[in-house]
């Protein structure tokens, strides 16, 4: 199991813990100026929060059915964070510079009344909404995460043949009801709507072409993301990689691609359009083109531990200040603390000596 790293013991914060103080004393006072920055100066922007670690889904490269069996051992419902929770977390991340966050899971839809939590994360106000999802329930609750405030939605497809889709989710769930429910995202106003392909050699690099042939010309982002060691159960190989390169290659031999600028600092995906103007995809190149120098983000896992990197090994617990009457401001203080001394760079380092290193797995932390 990952380590997890108890407020007595936060890194870098040497003073001894004074008994009966909420957080380790020596944690600074930090005003929140919307401009914080960790120790390469990257500001904290963008914040994922993990609302379950459960999914209906087994997909081969997130929670192989081998590791993610009927006995495996979910968290139980008192050990996740409640709506109230995170939403409070929002407000705190908001003032230290937040201005997105991202609900992920597992998949989160299978978090009762969701929709409740998007209202409060909603009425926060200044905060970009959205969320990813595997898209099985879209058809049932698009129209009321729209109405809830949710502003746009990412759904996770990596194939249109639906016998290499019901392999790749390990459930046997069909492509069309995944495309049923981006078409009721669009029809919610979910918009725009991105598509998240992950490519595995051997796998489904075939269904490149057929995705963007598809998905061209329809308003929708498809974004092709290289196979990650992501957790410590996904068997992740090298030789398993699509370099974003050769996915770029083999769809600009028949439909050119045009390289075009990123909407924002800390933007994942390289965006390249296409030459005829009918629309754009992006890649996601964290083990070829590794964009740690830029990464913005942070992650709050399902039962309230925070992470700042995707492959992580170390959590912060921020439940337990939640839980035991911390003020506001402490916890803040204790968020600005993690962050100022935040130097990961994981993909940049990465090697085939790293894979072994028990890191985070993605339905506990998020994408």
Known sequence: MPKI?????????????????????????????????????????????????????????????????HDYPFLPQGELLSFEEIARLARLFKAHGV???????????????LERL?????????LDLTLTTNGSALPAKARALRDAGLERVTVSLDALDDGVFRAMNDV??????????????????????KINMVVKRGVNEQEILPMARHFKGSGHILRFIEYMDVGHSNGWRMDDVVPSSEVIRMISREMPLVASDANY??????????????????????????????????????????????????????RALLRNGSSDSAIGNYLAAIWLQRADRYSEIRSENTVAIPKIEMSYIGG
């Open 5 to 69: 790293i108890p407020l007595t013991e936060l890194r870098d914060l040497r003073t001894p813990h004074v008994p009966g103080v909420s957080v380790p004393a020596g944690v600074p006072d930090v005003t929140p100026t919307g401009m914080l920055a960790d120790a390469r100066g990257r500001m904290l922007r963008d914040l994922r929060i993990s609302v379950t670690d459960r999914c209906n889904f087994r997909c081969v490269y997130c929670m192989p059915k081998d590791v993610f069996g």
């Open 265 to 318: 600092t800390g933007e994942v995906a390289q965006r390249w359009k296409y030459a005829d103007g009918s629309g754009e995809i992006g890649v996601i190149s964290s083990v070829t083109q590794a964009f740690c120098g830029d990464c913005t983000r942070a992650r709050v896992a399902t039962d309230g531990k925070l992470y700042t990197c995707l492959f992580a090994t170390t959590g912060y617990d921020l």
């Open 118 to 126: 998007i209202a409060m994360l909603s009425d926060i106000g200044g």
């Open 172 to 193: 046997d769930f069909p492509v069309s009801k995944v495309l049923d429910g981006i078409d009721a995202a669009a029809a919610a106003g979910l918009s725009p709507i």
């Open 99 to 113: 201005e997105k966050i991202r609900l992920t899971g597992g998949e989160p839809l299978l978090r009762r009344n």
